[in-house]
């Protein structure tokens, strides 16, 4: 049995808008699961108190947090061209760049800064596009497995509508997945998992996402795209599949848009209207929030407060590298910038995200999609990041709660790199 107790200042979720703050307290792992928190060493089963003890007085711990949706190839150039729409910038910008993980020297350097970029950060756990490069994605999850981050990880289909350096034919699409999935499937690896990873349907042929459809059955896998993010990119979807009610009509009618136990993650959902809220609904699907994404590629604001509403599952997400952060709790902040927006220019009836709620969606909300993840309550996977604000200092020192603490990192150091990173009861640093 393997075990140790974290001391110091416990903050997790209740639900979405309570936060439960244990000050000077002790948050004990066995076997990579929490087995709760104490605010004494003698509340604890005595079993538990001879696990090593780690002193982390006076700072903050935290439950990991998930990033539901990032495109790993366009980590290099995050902070860069977003003066564009999203299929300009694809075009202009983002195929050109993701051509050259064709080269795997070229992939294994970019993805090694990104891989060591992101295990100093908040998040534990990830979603991520990889390329259409199958040796390239095999060499990202390799990394990934080795850093101890957990991980969904998928080839890209692309086989229209792109330019011809970076478009493969349906059948190419196809079996490069098919061996892509029987690759790393040999490699036994524990930290991560593979996911199908359609582009978007403008770039993905009906044969294709039918055959991507049939796999997601076959093999119960589960699947990340992307959904109703832009207004041009929507009336395309309706001349590419003039048959579907909406663009989340589109994939359901490929068999890949969750429901019947998969899992399903669709990143944006800026301008998903009433019959596609209801299908999301229906299947169970997961929506990616990427706020700083969506205000650099002038895609609008998700009305993520309907979405709670209606009871969706809603996560946090970077979107590098159409956002400019690797930090989901820089993300948390913009969330909640952008719901005073929606609640003041869209809809007055929608009111903004408190950060209870935000907190929420970057733990437990997104955290869920891998499982019993994302909180330090007792049962779930114990992954746990410790934050240092002892150098923020203020005349207030003393009389701020750990809510209040808590929250003022995540505005004034949210890019900072954390002190410690656990995952799955492993200690990274």
């Known amino acids: 049995m393997n075990g140790f107790i974290l001391k110091g200042d416990i903050i997790y979720s209740k639900n979405r808008e309570e936060l439960l703050t244990f000050p000077g307290s002790y948050l004990v792992c066995r076997d990579g699961v929490s087995e709760g928190v104490y605010r004494e060493l003698s509340d604890m089963p005595e079993d ?6 780690i002193d982390l007085s006076g700072r903050l711990i935290i439950p990991g947090m998930t990033d539901l949706h990032l495109h790993a190839p366009q980590y290099g150039f995050r902070g860069l061209w977003g003066d564009m729409e999203l299929l300009d910038w694809l075009n202009i910008h983002t195929f050109p760049e993701e051509a050259r993980y064709a080269e795997l020297t070229y992939a294994e350097n970019a993805y090694k800064i990104f891989i ?3 295990v100093i950060t908040s998040t534990t756990r990830f979603c991520a596009f990889s390329s259409i490069h199958r040796e390239a994605t095999e060499l990202l999850m390799d990394l990934t497995e080795e850093s101890g981050l957990k991980a969904y990880i998928g080839k890209v289909n692309m086989d229209r509508n792109s330019p011809d350096y970076l478009c493969e034919t349906t059948d190419e699409s196809y079996e490069e997945t098919l061996r892509w999935l029987s690759d790393t499937e040999g490699r036994h690896y524990k930290n991560v998992f593979p996911i199908l990873t359609p582009r978007f349907i403008p770039s993905c042929t ?16 589960p699947l990340q795209s992307h959904l109703s993010e832009n207004k041009s990119e929507i009336d395309w979807v309706k001349e590419l599949c003039p048959w579907s009610g909406c663009y989340g009509d589109a994939y359901e009618g490929f068999g890949c848009f969750g429901g019947h136990g998969n899992r399903t993650i669709m990143a944006h959902c800026v301008w998903s209207g009433d019959e596609e809220i209801g299908l999301m609904k229906k299947n169970g699907v997961y929506i990616a929030h990427s706020p700083s994404s969506n205000t650099n590629i002038a895609s609008g604001i998700a ?4 979405y709670l509403e209606k009871g969706l599952n809603v996560g946090l997400a970077t979107d590098m ?15 909640i910038s952008v719901s005073k927006l929606y609640w003041r220019l869209c809809d007055e009836t929608k009111k903004p995200l408190t950060f209870p709620e935000a907190f929420y969606l970057a733990t437990l909300g997104g955290g869920s999609f891998f499982g019993k993840v994302g909180s330090l309550e007792k049962g779930y996977e114990l992954d746990a990041v410790v934050l240092d604000d002892s150098k923020l200092e203020t005349p207030m020192d003393g009389r701020l709660s750990l809510a209040e603490r808590l929250e003022r990192y995540c505005y004034i150091a949210g890019d900072s790199p954390v002190e410690h990173k656990f995952v799955a009861g492993q200690k990274l640093f």
């Open 48 to 53: 538990l108190r001879s696990f090593k003890l």
């Open 116 to 118: 060591k970029d992101m």
């Open 206 to 221: 009906d044969e294709l996402m039918k055959k991507l459809g049939e796999l997601i059955e076959e093999r119960g896998l």
């Open 303 to 306: 009305p993520i407060r309907k």
């Open 321 to 335: 590298s159409g956002g400019t952060t690797n930090s989901i709790i820089r993300i948390m902040t913009d969330a």
